[in-house]
C-alpha cells in the first residue's frame, strides 16, 4: 500500500469511470489516494484547469473523446503527487494541443525530481523526452542506457557508415537507428507496388 | 464518368455488397455459435412463414367475408393489424442493436441511389416484410375472389400499401439509428422499451377495469377513433378499396391520392435521413456537447460518518453511478410496479399471485421484502461489473478490495434499506398496515438474507465477473455461473424466509420467526465478515481474470 501511494500509473485502458464527469473522478481518485475532501477538490479544480477539461463540467467520462480522457487518466495519475509515474504509451491517440500540455507536464515533474516510465512505440518521443532508454525485444529486455550510453554500444558492434543502413559517419544514430539494428529489425524499401503512382 | 460506365459500376457495387452479405453469413458459420444462430434463424424463418402463410389465409377469408357481406369498410380492421405487426415487430426485435451495416459501406463510392435501393433491399429482405406482404396479398385474393373486377384496382392499391409499409418501416429504423448513434438517446431509448414492455404486464389488469365500465363510454371512444383512422394509411387503403366496391370512384381515387402523399412525405423523411448518412454526418458524443460557462466553485465529495475516506469515496461513486444508470433505476422501481399489478391482479379472482396477497394481505410486506432483495441480486452479484475499465483503478489504488466491497455492499444496502421503506408505504397504500409484528419479522429477514446475497454477491463478483455495458440493453447483466448460483442462493434464502413465515403463522406468533431469523442474522453476519476480510487475497489471486473480463472492448 505504502509503494502504492508513491505512485501514478495510466495504464493501456487508462483506469477511467466512464459514469463519472471529469471532476467527479478526479475527486474520487484524489480521495482514494488518501487526500483530505478539501485537498481533493482543490487539485481536481487546477488539475481541470491545466488540463483544459472545464468547459463541459457535466460531460460523463465516457462522453470524452480519446484526448481529453488520456488527460483525465493523467490527471488522476498526478493526483497525489507521485514520486514515480508509469505511463503506457501517454501519447497515443492525443492531438498536438494535449501533447504539449502533457509533455508540460511531465516536464515539470521531472524538474521537481519526480521519475518517469513511459512506453511508446513512437521514438522520436522517448528520443525527445527521456534520458535512460530500455528497449524489449519478444518480451525480453534486450538493451537499456541513457541514449548515449545505447548509441555506442550499437556503434561498437558495427562502425558508423559502414553501409548497414547507419547514417554516415559524423551524423548521430537516431533511436530508431538503434532499435532496428539491436532488434535485428528490417525496413523493406525494395519493394514497390505496382498500382502506386 | 459516362452513363454507361456509371451503371455498370452502381451493378458492380450491388454484387458485391450481396457477396459481402453472403461471405459474412458463411464465415459466421465457423463458429458454433454462428451455427446455433443459423439453427435458431431457421427456426425463427418457419414460425414467421407458419405466421405468414395462416395469416395471409386468415386475411383472404376475412376480406372475401367483408366483400361478400357488402362491409368492405370492415377491411380496416385487417389493414391495421398489418399496419402494426409490420412496424412494430422490427422495431421490438432489433431496436437495441446496433446494426451499422449499411452506414458502414458509406467509406466506399456508392452514389447515393445505390445506397438508397441497398437500405431498402435490406429492409425487402426482413421475414416481417416477407409475413406483411403475405397477409397484404392474402387480403389482395380474398378481395379478388369475392368481386374479380375490383382486382387490378385492389391490387394497385394494397402494392402502395406494401410500398408505405416499405418505407415507413425504413424511416423509422433510419431514425432509430440515429437515436441509436447516442449514448444518452440510446440510454433512453432502453428505458422507453422496458417501459413499454411493463406497460404490456397492465393491458390484463386494465382491461378487467374497463370491462367494468358502462358499454357507451367504450362506445363513444371508438366514435372518436374510427373517424381519425379513416385518415392514415391503413384507413385509407381500407376506404380506397371500399369505395370503389360501391362504386363511387373518385372517392376511391381520392383516398388513394392521400395514400400516395403518404408514401411521398414518409420517402421524403427517408431521403432526408439517409441523405444526411450519406453526406457523413458527425453522431459522436463529443460533437454534441455545447461549451457550458466554467464553473469555478469547489465541490467536496461526500462524507461518510463512521467510513473511512476511500470508503466514502467509492459509496459517492456507486449512488452516482446507479442515478446515471436507467436500467438499474427500473430494477430498483420493479418491486413497487409488481405490488400494483398484483393489486390489480387480486381484483381477478383468477389469479392465483394476486389472490394470495388478497387472501393473505398480511403477507404482502414479507413478499415485497422478499422480491426487492432478490432484485438487488442484479447489482450485488456482479459488483465490478459497471466499474469497466476502472478495476485497473482499483488495483493501482492505495485502497484494499476489502474497503471498496464493504463501500459498495453499503450502497446496496443503503438501496435496500430505502426501497424496504418505499415497499412499507406501498403496502399500507395497496394492503393497509402491516402488523408491527410481521413488520419486525421481515426486517429481521432481511438481516439475515441481505448479508447472506452480500457474502455469496462478493464473491461471485470477483470469481466470475462480467461486464456491464450501461449503454446497451438486453444483453445478459451477468454471468451464466453468477445466475446459478445466486438462483440456489435465493431459494435457500427464500426457503429459509418462507419456512420461519409459515412457522410463525403456524404457531400464531411472528415474533417467533423475528427470533429465529435474527439468531440467523448473526451467522450470516458473521460470514459476510469474515468473507469481506478475505476479499484483499481473492482479488490478488483473480486480477487476471478480472481485469481481462472487465477492460475488454
Known amino acids: ?197 | 464518368m459516362s452513363e454507361a460506365d456509371s451503371t455498370v459500376h452502381t451493378r458492380g457495387q450491388l454484387a458485391a455488397i450481396a457477396w459481402l452479405r453472403w461471405r459474412l453469413f458463411v464465415n459466421k458459420l465457423r463458429t458454433t455459435r454462428g451455427k446455433l444462430e443459423l439453427v435458431s434463424r431457421i427456426v425463427a424463418s418457419s414460425v414467421f412463414a407458419i405466421i405468414g402463410l395462416g395469416g395471409a389465409f386468415g386475411m383472404g377469408a376475412a376480406a372475401f367475408f367483408f366483400i361478400s357481406e357488402g362491409k368492405p369498410e370492415m377491411l380496416a380492421l385487417l389493414l391495421w393489424p398489418v399496419f402494426f405487426f409490420w412496424q412494430v415487430v422490427p422495431i421490438m426485435a432489433t431496436a437495441f442493436t446496433n446494426n451499422p451495416d449499411s452506414s458502414d459501406l458509406l467509406r466506399f463510392p456508392l452514389t447515393y441511389r445505390s445506397y438508397f435501393l441497398v437500405r431498402l433491399a435490406y429492409g425487402a429482405f426482413d421475414p416481417v416484410t416477407a409475413a406483411g406482404s403475405l397477409w397484404s396479398f392474402g387480403i389482395l385474393v380474398g378481395v379478388g375472389f369475392a368481386k374479380p373486377a375490383l382486382l387490378p384496382w385492389a391490387l394497385l392499391v394494397m402494392l402502395v400499401f406494401a410500398v408505405f409499409n416499405l418505407l415507413f418501416m425504413q424511416m423509422i429504423f433510419a431514425w432509430v439509428e440515429r437515436w441509436l448513434a447516442r449514448r444518452r438517446t440510446r440510454e433512453l431509448m432502453g428505458i422507453l422499451f422496458i417501459l413499454l414492455m411493463l406497460s404490456f404486464q397492465m393491458i390484463g389488469p386494465l382491461t378487467r377495469h374497463f370491462e367494468k365500465r358502462a358499454r357507451p363510454e367504450v362506445q363513444r371512444y371508438f366514435e372518436i377513433v374510427a373517424p381519425v383512422q379513416g385518415n392514415l394509411p391503413p384507413g385509407l387503403a381500407a376506404h380506397a378499396i371500399a369505395q370503389a366496391v360501391v362504386p363511387r370512384f373518385p372517392a376511391a381515387f381520392g383516398s388513394l391520392a392521400l395514400l400516395c402523399a403518404f408514401v411521398l412525405v414518409i420517402g421524403y423523411c427517408l431521403h432526408m435521413r439517409l441523405r444526411a448518412q450519406y453526406r457523413g454526418e458527425n453522431l459522436s458524443e463529443v460533437a454534441a456537447a455545447s461549451a457550458l460557462p466554467k464553473d469555478r466553485s469547489l465541490r467536496l465529495g461526500w462524507n461518510l460518518p463512521g467510513f473511512a475516506s476511500p470508503v466514502a469515496a467509492v459509496f459517492e461513486k456507486e449512488v452516482r453511478y446507479l442515478l446515471r444508470s436507467g436500467p438499474m433505476l427500473l430494477t430498483v422501481v420493479m418491486p413497487i410496479f409488481v405490488l400494483v399489478i398484483f393489486r390489480f391482479g387480486a381484483m381477478n379472482p383468477g389469479r392465483h399471485s394476486g389472490a394470495f396477497l388478497a387472501r393473505t394481505p398480511d403477507m404482502a410486506f414479507p413478499a415485497a421484502v422478499g422480491y426487492t432483495l432478490l432484485m438487488l441480486t442484479n447489482l450485488a452479484y456482479n459488483n465490478f461489473g459497471g466499474d469497466a475499465g476502472g478495476i485497473q483503478f482499483f488495483y493501482a489504488s492505495p485502497v484494499s478490495f476489502r474497503e471498496i466491497v464493504l463501500a459498495k455492499n453499503l450502497t446496496h444496502a443503503g438501496v435496500l434499506a430505502l426501497e424496504t421503506v418505499v415497499v412499507w408505504i406501498a403496502v399500507v397504500y395497496l394492503y393497509g398496515r402491516p402488523a408491527l409484528d410481521v413488520t419486525i419479522a421481515s426486517l429481521a429477514g432481511l438481516l439475515f438474507a441481505a448479508p447472506v446475497n452480500f457474502s455469496a454477491g462478493n464473491l461471485l463478483s470477483i470469481c466470475s465477473p462480467k461486464k456491464i455495458d450501461y449503454s446497451s440493453f438486453g444483453r445478459q447483466r451477468a454471468s451464466q455461473t453468477t445466475v446459478l448460483i445466486s438462483l440456489g442462493v435465493q431459494i435457500f434464502v427464500v426457503g429459509v424466509g418462507v419456512g420461519a413465515f409459515w412457522m410463525a403463522r403456524y404457531y400464531g406468533n411472528f415474533w417467533l420467526a423475528t427470533l429465529l431469523l435474527l439468531a440467523l442474522a448473526g451467522i450470516s453476519l458473521s460470514a459476510y465478515r469474515m468473507i469481506l476480510n478475505r476479499m484483499d487475497r481473492l482479488a490478488q489471486a483473480r486480477r487476471d481474470t478480472l481485469v481481462a473480463e472487465l477492460c475488454r472492448a
Open chain 1, 1 to 197: 500500500m505504502e509503494v502504492k501511494r508513491q505512485i501514478g500509473v495510466v495504464p493501456e485502458g487508462m483506469a477511467l469511470f466512464g459514469r463519472l464527469t471529469g471532476s467527479e473522478f478526479l475527486n474520487f481518485a484524489g480521495r482514494m489516494y488518501g487526500l483530505d475532501r478539501e485537498t481533493a477538490a482543490q487539485r481536481t479544480s487546477e488539475l481541470l484547469d491545466f488540463m483544459q477539461l472545464t468547459d463541459q463540467p457535466n460531460k460523463l467520462v465516457t462522453d470524452y473523446s480519446h484526448g481529453m480522457q488520456k488527460k483525465l487518466a493523467m490527471a488522476a495519475a498526478v493526483i497525489h503527487g507521485p514520486k514515480v509515474l508509469f505511463l503506457d504509451e501517454p501519447f497515443e491517440g492525443v492531438d498536438a494541443i494535449a501533447a504539449g500540455t502533457l509533455k508540460a507536464m511531465l516536464q515539470g515533474m521531472i524538474a521537481r525530481g519526480a521519475t518517469i516510465f513511459l512506453t511508446s512505440h513512437v521514438l522520436e518521443i522517448v528520443e525527445r523526452l527521456c534520458s535512460h532508454v530500455a528497449i524489449i525485444h519478444q518480451g525480453r529486455l534486450v538493451a537499456q542506457g541513457s541514449l548515449e550510453e545505447l548509441r555506442a554500444g550499437v556503434e561498437a558492434q558495427t562502425p558508423a557508415g559502414s553501409g548497414d543502413g547507419s547514417p554516415p559517419s559524423g551524423e548521430k544514430m537516431t533511436l530508431e537507428q538503434i532499435f532496428l539494428r539491436t532488434v535485428g529489425g528490417e525496413r523493406r524499401t525494395d519493394q514497390e507496388l505496382s498500382w502506386l503512382g
